[in-house]
């Protein structure tokens, strides 16, 4: 079976370019989770979905990040602008349920220059 | 402070040496206590799941709990240069979701 599948696993965009990443999860798994990674960190919060709702996006910077899970299947995490200080790990990961472990993505690298 | 401290190392160790990783937190609602391992440009993939204190092994792998500490170690025995990764470790409540990540320990097993 397949894993969380992310793309792209690399970006380098200017800043105050617009970007998008992907996620498709592991199949069966109504929770999706949006996590940031910055260097020599663990992993941070920003969006989670139960199907297609955001239930919790607190953590999201919304002036600058939206994030959607059309069908409650797929999803897409979007930067406009992007700032050097975006540049991170972002990492997608799915659950079965609230309760359940979390599987993560290989995550997308972003490079903001 | 940080909700979850890790040990920051990095940690470079001779083939077959113990490794003992380390974590305290400050939330005394965490009951579910994780450690995930990242090796590089990967994702994090977990590694070991326990509950509340006490401890837990899985082949060469032991995660320990102290509640009353807020304290866990993750032990890796004769380890292997496969080992060589960044060791999260990663806690929740029981009606939360949200994962509370320490920064991650480097370790380098040397052949």
């Known amino acids: 079976e397949a894993g969380v599948v992310q793309s792209p696993r690399y970006k380098i965009i200017e800043k105050k370019q617009p970007v998008a990443f992907w996620c498709n999860p592991i199949?069966?798994?109504?929770?999706l989770y949006w996590y940031r990674q910055n260097l020599g960190q663990g992993p941070e919060l920003l969006i989670r979905?139960?199907?297609?709702?955001?239930?919790?996006d607190s953590q999201l910077p919304k002036d600058r990040f939206s994030a959607e899970r059309l069908k409650g299947v797929d999803s897409t995490l979007k930067i406009q602008p992007a700032e050097l200080g975006d540049s991170a790990v972002y990492l997608c990961a799915s659950s079965l349920g609230t309760g359940g472990q979390a599987f993560f993505g290989q995550g997308t690298r972003l490079t903001v220059v | 402070q940080k909700e979850v401290e890790q040990d920051p190392g990095p940690l470079s160790v001779p083939e077959g040496a113990i490794v003992s990783l380390n974590c305290t937190y400050s939330?005394?609602?965490?009951?579910?206590f994780m450690w995930y391992r990242q090796y590089s440009r990967k994702g994090p993939e977990l590694l070991m799941y326990t509950y509340s204190s006490g401890n837990k092994e899985d082949g060469r792998f032991t995660a320990q709990v102290d509640k009353s500490s807020k304290y866990i170690s993750l032990f890796i025995r004769d380890s292997q240069p496969s080992d060589s990764a960044t060791y999260l470790c990663a806690m929740k409540g029981s009606n939360d979701y949200k994962l509370s990540f320490g920064a991650g320990t480097t370790v380098t097993v040397r052949a």
């Open positions: 979905y139960e199907n297609e709702e955001a239930v919790d």
């Open positions: 199949s069966g798994h109504n929770t």
């Open positions: 939330n005394s609602a965490f009951q579910y």
